[in-house]
Nanobody
Framework: QVQLVDSGGGLVQPGGSLRLSCAASGSIRRIYTMGWYRQAPGKQRELVAS??????TYKDSVKGRFTISRDNANNTVYLQMNSLKPEDTAVYYC??????????????WGQGTQVTVSS
């Protein structure tokens, strides 16, 4: 069984920073893509950033402010968020596309962590 646990959210003032973490555990053979999504109230869930062995991609509105990184040895992905804006307020979800012990490949989600940017 695979579990993703994300953490690091909180309340921060505009211009501030937060660092999100997500650790994957369980019967994992290989992780392909790890990423962060967010969902604001009344809006659809959207991809913020993702990372593979070939590189990373970002939503246009976070380029230059957010940085995604990955610790492959510990199956962990991070999202460093700088210069936060009120429009970044959302529940942030970790996602991992991985191969389990049964060799099947599928996506898994973390439970979500709230990020609130407000003065």
């Amino acid at each position: 069984q695979v579990q993703l646990v994300d953490s690091g959210g909180g309340l921060v003032q505009p211009g501030g920073s937060l660092r999100l973490s997500c650790a994957a555990s369980g019967s994992i053979r290989r992780i392909y893509t790890m990423g962060w999504y967010r969902q604001a109230p009344g809006k659809q869930r959207e991809l913020v950033a993702s990372i593979t062995s070939g590189g990373s991609t970002y939503k246009d509105s976070v380029k230059g402010r957010f940085t995604i990184s990955r610790d492959n040895a510990n199956n962990t992905v991070y999202l460093q968020m700088n210069s936060l804006k009120p429009e970044d307020t959302a529940v942030y979800y970790c996602n991992a596309d991985l191969q389990g012990s049964d060799y099947s490949q599928r996506g898994y989600w973390g439970q979500g962590t709230q990020v609130t940017v407000s003065s």
